[in-house]
DNA sequence: CCATGATTTGTACAAATGTACAAATCATCC
DNA sequence: GGATGATTTGTACATTTGTACAAATCATGG
């Protein structure tokens, strides 16, 4: 029974015209890039004369900005519960799964009730990353750096013997990765002939998940190779 | 709109007007992209004027066809070259070590003698490849993917136990962070508050290299994973 | 039913874009 | 020195761009 006169759930029953333009242009800035989607595409793609873009979001920045911040608190707040979680994870290996698996979840299925989840919204700040927008750069790094950095102390945490420096590489790399999983999934299945998909994110996360694990763990560069002790012969570097 | 900065006067007395504009272009496009660089800029940067672009590459994907001609035949022939040579060593995890190398080394430097290297080609790539260029993702398929298989089965034939469709992954994950670390080096330099330094790319390939072996030699996602037994990195031949 | 504020529409405009092309300049060989 | 072909220059043009703004439409409370 559907009441109209409350006008306090009046949030979801609207076909709200913002809403739509938002989504479109989340969409087409993940596909093509700030530079190459023009107001106009986003209008037609929202159903919207162009000039209730300006009129909701003022400038094509603006609209890139209130994308970011939609997205950012929720993932962020994701993120650290999931961190959070992590932490109580006694064993070593368990816990950078955790730890690592915190990290990623969010980024490839948002937590929170927005439609299309977090991977579109993934690929476009590797998007806006590549292109090197100023926009997403400043909001990026003022607003994921805390993240970031309680990301790499608990890894540091859990392994100590590594310097902090080298796990920033390492959690560079896996970010990296991330992102481009997200942008070119076609390339692994090309590459890989059809044996993997990769569209299938869940799977796509497993193994970075697993990869990054391992390359978390592997011995720093200033230190002497683990592994090498069986081969006694000489050692380049 | 690009930047204003960067050095516009470097060609000044260029008496190749043809090389200094692909110069100018390769710039410009791997730091904001294709869409963001307009033809005038390219030429001002170039020192030329607006209309011997044309005259030279015909259209502004010419342009850009141009330069990734010119890189990929010479990228490729010093990647295959080092693949033959890491395919000689013995010990299986320096072989690894060799035939990751092999891939990464030519992405950041460039065996040829084009200014600038082979890093701004490969941040180049990164960005079309971000940005959904179509006409460099044609040419990438059909110009790298022959050294991609080449190198996917080299290592495969050194982690037999590993399916291919697995290796695909990881290689595909080493791409990514390739890419990611030429994009936005300053992250790096931040994240580790000065302790690393993003733009050093030789020490960003041996921390790639590093990590890239280790997270190869990971235990595949359908098998039980080995390193749980305690014994860290400790794999039998 | 009308008043009022929020939204949508249509249109306009200056700036920037890719490209075309004729004229001007240059290099090189007879 | 003059001819010839390659290159550079300057300019023009049709589109597309982001944004502005007045008019039209809508929703809603009195």
Request: hydrophobic share 40%; proline share 4%.
């Amino acid at each position: 029974m559907v009441r109209p006169s409350a006008s306090d759930e009046s949030a979801a029953r609207k076909p709200n015209m913002r809403e739509a333009i938002l989504c479109a242009a989340e969409e087409l800035f993940s596909i093509n890039g700030f530079n190459a989607v023009s107001v106009r595409d986003i209008a037609q793609a929202a159903g919207a004369n162009p000039g209730s873009v300006t009129y909701h979001f003022k400038t094509k920045d603006g609209l890139l900005l209130e994308i970011y911040q939609r997205h950012c608190e929720p993932m962020n707040r994701r993120r650290s519960e999931l961190l959070t979680e992590a932490k109580r994870v006694r064993d070593v290996q368990d816990r950078l799964e955790a730890i690592v698996r915190a990290y990623v979840l969010p980024a490839f299925s948002s937590g929170s009730d927005l439609a299309g989840g977090g991977a579109r919204f993934t690929r476009l700040r590797a998007v806006m990353s590549a292109e090197g927008n100023e926009v997403a750069g400043r909001i990026i790094a003022q607003t994921f750096d805390d993240t970031s950095h309680a990301f790499i102390d608990m890894i540091h945490e859990s392994l100590p013997h590594i310097p902090r420096a080298e796990i920033v590489w390492r959690s560079h790399f896996l970010l990296g990765a991330l992102y481009y999983t997200l942008v070119t999934p076609e390339r692994v299945s090309r590459l890989s002939r059809g044996d993997a998909d990769g569209f299938d994110a869940a799977h796509a996360m497993e193994q970075l998940v697993r990869s990054t694990v391992a390359s978390l763990q592997a011995a720093a560069l200033d230190q002497p190779d683990p592994s090498r002790r069986r081969a006694v012969g000489q050692i380049k570097t």
